[in-house]
């Protein structure tokens, strides 16, 4: 009569039938779930195997023969207490999944002016934990103050926007005093507040070290500033970029939208970096990627708008990038070059595809007056020219300053693209490989 349980049935004609039925009484306790709500759990003796299911949370417990351990949480479906967290996502709310709740905490943006830091407080207080975004659009004032060990997720950059509401004020900050590592960001759009007026900056590290940063998939709007900033003393490190997207913003007052201050943390990535700046609050072309120091690895990246220069590197930084596309439109003025290139940093440029735009040059290797530091340890790769909007206003390199011999800079290519503009006589200290190796 019972498969899945095995409980005794006497047997026709016996004198001793309460026996077997005595000992099934005595597994009841541990085979039969008890229901209740979470608080009453209590009430109940947590013997070993025994199970209980809070009917208010969702949350499983088994006994231990002492104590009540969670095992996990089921989905009740709301109608006994529990979180429908699609439901609430539907309705425009945002979900905290904390480590330390045993149920999800909901914030209701219309309840609150600060709606993303009190999710992210949430997290702070119970030892971490995740934030879901809703479809649809949220407004904050800004200083969002992520938590260690958190995660923000939207629905897409598309489907899930936050607006940044007050003017100079910046978006996500990374200024905790104990550091801010193991943070997830991804899924959703983050807006400045536009128009004309200078704005704080969308993403900001100015306090302590950021360590693995992971952010997926960002896409940046409005911010009349750098998106991405590292103030110097600041080092993010094993930082980890999947693809950031910038359209309307203006870094032209600034070093560049993306702005790597400091002068150490190593190991940071980026998968693909695609700008598309606008010159209409400073009146110039925006740097898109500025570097004086750790060490940054970059894919792709591609832009259009009134980009002026593509990369432009000094200090000691360390860099890498893989392809980059240049396709301004609508720059104020033309730029010196795509690439500029300074100081003793090492740097690998692997391609240039340039389609429209007229620089004077593709790379330009130039002094570090603040270090003091000749150009050397650049690897410059082939330049690619497509379509006829696309030209040069001089040639391909140009060596501002002399390079240093003992540790000389390669390039890719023929002799004849290299232009040496700078009057302090030969070094050695640059190699043209256009002519090395033997042909067949």
């Known amino acids: ?94 979900v905290v999944l904390a480590r330390d709740l045993s149920s999800p905490e909901v914030v209701t943006p219309s309840g609150t002016n600060t709606p993303i830091q009190d999710a992210y407080d949430v997290l702070g207080a119970n030892d971490g934990g995740e934030i879901r975004l809703p479809p649809g659009r949220i407004s904050t004032p800004g200083n969002i103050r992520p938590y260690e060990n958190t995660t923000m997720t939207g629905f897409g950059a598309e489907v899930t926007e ?93 070093d560049g939208l993306f702005e790597f201050r400091s002068y150490y943390g190593p190991a940071n990535w980026f998968g693909t970096i695609a700008v598309y700046p606008i010159p209409d609050s400073s009146g110039e072309n925006s740097t898109v990627f500025y570097s004086r120091g750790g060490t940054q690895t970059v894919d792709y990246l591609t832009m259009g708008g009134s980009t002026g220069y593509a ?66 340890r650049k690897i410059l790769g082939p330049y690619i020219e497509l379509g006829q909007e696309a030209s040069l206003g001089e040639t391909i390199v140009n060596l501002a300053h002399p390079t240093d011999p003992t540790a000389p800079s390669l390039y890719q290519g023929s002799p004849d693209d290299v232009a040496v503009t700078h009057s302090q006589g030969s070094t050695g200290g640059f190699r043209a490989l256009g002519t090395a190796g033997t042909g067949f």
């Open 162 to 254: 936050l607006d940044i509401t007050e003017q100079t004020a910046d978006g996500i900050v990374f200024d905790r005093d104990s550091g801010t590592p193991d943070v997830s960001l991804g899924g959703f759009a983050l807006n400045g507040p536009g128009g004309t007026d200078p704005t704080g900056v969308a993403i900001h590290h100015t306090n302590r070290d950021t360590m693995n940063l992971r952010i997926g998939r960002l896409l940046f709007w409005g911010w009349n500033n750098s998106v991405y900033r590292v103030d110097q003393g600041v080092g993010p490190f094993q930082c980890r970029h999947e693809q950031m997207i910038v359209y309307d913003c203006d870094a032209g007052a600034e």
């Open 1 to 94: 009569m019972t498969d899945n349980h095995q409980y005794e049935t006497p047997s026709a004609g016996t004198l001793d039938w309460h026996e077997p039925l005595n000992r099934n009484f005595e597994r009841i306790d541990t085979d039969v779930e008890i229901r209740d709500t979470d608080d009453a759990r209590s009430n109940y003796a947590a013997k070993s195997g025994a199970k209980f299911l809070a009917t208010d949370t969702g949350a499983v417990y088994i006994g231990d023969g002492g104590n009540w351990v969670q095992l996990g949480t089921i989905d009740s479906g709301g109608a006994s207490g529990g979180t429908d967290i699609e439901a609430e996502l539907i309705a425009g709310n945002i």
């Open 311 to 376: 990369i432009d590197q000094t200090w000691d930084s360390v860099i890498e990038f893989g392809n980059v596309h240049y396709e301004p439109v609508g720059q104020v003025a033309e730029s010196s070059a795509i690439v500029r290139l300074r100081g003793h940093g090492t740097a690998t440029i692997d391609t240039v595809k340039h389609v429209t735009g007229a620089p004077d040059y593709v790379y330009e290797l130039d002094y570090d007056s603040y270090l003091g530091n000749a150009p050397n």
